[in-house]
């Protein structure tokens, strides 16, 4: 069943179209991999889908239209944004960041063995848990956000380049991590990556943009074989 | 010693004001110039119940409550509306509403002074013969406020949100917390606050629609001692600040030059160190 369908979405940043109409599927419990160079519109793609840049389109998420909602009830829907840039309450404590991730949950206990979880993903996170979190590095922000993230039990997960900023064993480890998530609870994600390699490993279905149209899709080993995303995208 | 002990209380008062100041500061980036007249009005509030016939303690209670839900009300009706507005647009609002607040006051409770009752008793407490009654009890209100407030955003998770809103607007949405409201709810705070300091204040300096400029002006010199972003820079400055007030009112300068302690601390604060003794520095990149 299709988790997410878009259908002929816009998007603007004032009066200037960033998007232009794009459709694409994400089947529920699959991770789907949104590919393009920079500028090509995959950010906005996200923010669009959280009502943080102005739309014109269908968002329709478990069969509900969505695109006329505001950010914070789109996230009650169990929708988790890691955003561009990381997001991070940079005043407030480690722990605080990922309590305010299950904000708008209830039921204490599930709560803290979810702080628990992501910890035991995350240990680096637990020694600095009372530490605020501006003073942490620029992947341990990384690892936060994608924590954050998780501790909204979400369905599904806009992920915006979680690998920014990590080293290339902690990128893989990181990735090691969303699958499990991905087959273990069956968390659906929509992966934004510049590491098109990584993200084709990863992914099931990749979409690939160009300055704001979707040019390419498919299952994510026939996007791999496809010569020109070799050429652009993979470099090799 | 006596002159530190009163300053100790008067500056609790300022402490209270400061940090309602700091608290809008933090959600708007502004300074609330009609803090002084929320926390006024409130008390007039305060006056109309007791002489009404009702205790001291339950209309304190009861207002601190209705200056709650007002100070939400105006920031839903009168803030909201220019959110993204330019500051000096801002400005104009907040000190139209200084000015609308003070003349319904007047209009209402004429401007003639009106003595408002202290909850405490004339005679002294505990045998403390160094501080009135009111001062004591005063400096015991504003721990509380202090503590409660501690607490709540300390231990809360809508204390948590709140400072999520206040200092990351854009992630706060991300993780489902209604912003709008977090800023109104702090209105409400500020206001409640304010309503505290206003009833303790009253005893000292009696009620009439102006009793809160003066006030006002130390608790800006309060918050910006402290640095306008630091709560707790907003505490120990007013009790710095009602300290520095008294002792120098009673053995330098006199009673009559004593608010322009205020005016001094503001400017020498603003040239010498404008973020404040505790309050971060902001460094823009160009």
Known sequence: MALLE??????????????????????????????????????TTLRALCAMVKTAGQIRFAGERIERRATEDIVRLGIAHVPDGRGTFANLT?????????????GRDAVQGD??????????????????????????????????????????????????????????ELFGILQTVNRRDGVSMLLVEQNAAMA????????????????LSGPAHDIRRDDAVRRSYLGY | M???LAGLATG????SLALALVMIYQATHLVNFAQGEMAMFSTYIAWSLINAGMGFWPAFLLTVGIAFILGIFIERIVIRPVENAPVLVVVVVFIGLLVILNSVAGWIYTYTIKSFPSPFPAEPLFGIRYMSAHQLGAIGVTLVVLAVLYVFFRFTPVGLAMRAAAQNPVSSRLVGIRVGWMLALGWGLAAAVGAVAGMMIAPIVYLDPNMMSGILLYAFAAALLGGID??????????VVG????????????????????LVLIIGMLLVKPSGFFGKVHVTRV
């Not at chain 1, 998780?150 to 369905?155: E, F, K, V």
């Open chain 1, 94 to 106: 480690t722990e605080e960041n990922l309590r305010l991730g299950a904000y708008t949950r209830r």
């Open chain 1, 6 to 43: 878009v259908g002929a979405l816009s998007a603007f940043y004032g009066a200037t179209p960033v998007l232009h109409g794009i459709g694409f599927t994400l089947q529920e419990g699959s991770i789907t991999a949104l590919l393009g160079a920079n500028g090509a519109g995959k950010t």
């Open chain 2, 230 to 239: 630091s709560p707790v820079g907003a505490v120990v400055g007013g009790f």
């Open chain 2, 243 to 262: 300290v520095l007030e008294n002792v120098l009112g009673a053995f330098v300068i006199g009673n009559e030059l004593k608010l322009s302690v205020a």
């Open chain 1, 115 to 172: 702080l628990e979880r992501v910890y035991g993903y995350f240990p680096r996170l637990k020694e600095r848990r009372s530490q605020q979190a501006g003073t942490l590095s620029g992947g341990e922000q990384q690892m936060l956000a994608v924590s954050r993230a998780l501790m909204l039990r979400p369905r599904l997960m806009l992920l915006d380049e979680p690998s920014f900023g990590l080293a290339p064993l902690l990128v893989r």
């Open chain 1, 200 to 215: 084709l490993d990863l992914a099931d279905h990749a979409y690939l943009l160009e300055t704001g149209r979707v040019v």
């Open chain 2, 2 to 4: 006596f002159q530190v």
């Open chain 2, 12 to 15: 609790g008062i300022y402490a």
